[in-house]
């Protein structure tokens, strides 16, 4: 794992670089793409299963950007994130508005009319398989039985798209506060446990530290950063 925080991370990459390489554009269209994946409605707001939703409306706050437009079936969010020591880019957030199991519609439809290629959107998901608040990066792969991930496959036509990942657990483990003979559809769609929102508190914010650095540096340095995190 990467030592540092993720801004310093962020600025030795950017360090890094040539002083002639050119820096993103912070006007015109986006140039890469984040999605949160979830239910729309109130009622699903604090689900599990949103917990998509959840890291992209804090990424948005934190960076003073509004979901604002309704585009191709989604929420988006257009605008300059400033990364650190004046690095800019121009990102597109999305929330799909199809609930889970159809986002693969509108984050292709999106990708199409911005010309964002697989390589420049990051999917952020809940994970039955990764223990609770864990973070995983990858470059692309499987769905592992996330239907709004196999969606955006089916639509992209391709598994070559980035994801992070963010560990709820399954019922019956010591940290899902659920009983083993739950069902995992009905424990994805209700309410983190109090005691998990304590844990998950800290989650989110690190999640959307994890996306500032892809953003920034790529996958490989994001999922070199997190990856390793307890």
């Known amino acids: 794992m990467a030592q540092g925080s993720p801004l310093n991370v962020i600025r030795a990459v950017l360090g890094q670089r040539p002083a002639h390489a050119a820096r993103p554009a912070d006007s015109g269209g986006p140039r890469k ?3 949160g994946l979830g239910n ?10 949103n917990i998509g939703f959840q890291v992209v409306d804090l990424f948005a ?4 950007l509004a979901f604002d437009k309704f585009q191709k079936r989604a929420r988006a969010a257009i605008g300059p994130v400033s ?23 509108a984050v292709a439809a999106l990708a199409a009319f911005y010309k964002i290629g697989p390589a420049d959107i990051l999917v952020i998901h809940d994970d039955l398989d990764l223990p609770l608040g864990r973070l995983r990066l990858r470059p692309g792969g499987s769905p592992g039985g996330q239907r709004g991930v196999a969606s955006i496959i089916k639509s992209l036509g391709t598994e070559s798209f980035h994801r992070l990942r963010i560990g709820i657990s399954r019922p019956g483990a010591a940290a899902s506060y659920a009983p083993p003979a739950m ?19 800290f989650v989110r914010p690190r999640a959307a530290d994890a996306i ?5 540096a790529g996958i490989d340095a994001a999922m070199n950063q997190f990856n390793g995190l307890e």
């Open 183 to 201: 069902a995992p559809a009905d424990y994805v769609l209700r309410p983190f446990a109090a005691e998990q929102e304590k844990e998950m508190e």
């Open 83 to 105: 990364l650190a020591d004046g690095w800019r880019a121009r990102i597109l957030l999305v929330k799909p508005m199809t609930y889970m199991n159809n986002s693969g519609e």
């Open 61 to 64: 706050e934190r960076h003073d």
């Open 212 to 216: 500032e650095l892809w953003l920034a």
């Open 40 to 49: 729309p409605g109130p009622e699903y707001a604090r689900h599990r299963h």
């Open 33 to 35: 793409m984040v999605v």
